[in-house]
């Protein structure tokens, strides 16, 4: 690996978070507010893009990535098809 080399993740705002924040057991009842929550941490992370391209590209389908819920991003590659 180059010496200049930085993983983006270094730079994500949800480095030092729990990581059970960002995966909700539901995004209905008690769960929305986690989801809200985990939202909010992403809403102000400096990778947000590079996140939610990782979750995108490596077909995650649970958790809070780049900002999106598992249908949030299911409904976005559904729209990029059919475009």
């Avoid at 941490?41 to 939610?52: D, I, N, Q, S």
């Amino acid at each position: 690996m180059p010496k200049d080399y930085i993983d983006w993740r270094e730079n994500a705002a949800c480095r030092d978070i729990d990581p059970e924040l960002f995966f909700p057991v539901s995004e209905l009842g008690p769960g929305a507010r986690q989801v809200a929550q985990a939202k909010a941490v992403c809403g102000a992370c400096p990778v947000r893009a590079k996140c939610l391209d990782y979750a995108l590209d490596n077909g995650l389908t649970s958790g809070i990535f780049g900002g999106t819920t598992e249908g949030e991003r299911r409904n976005l590659l559904r729209r990029s098809r059919a475009a």
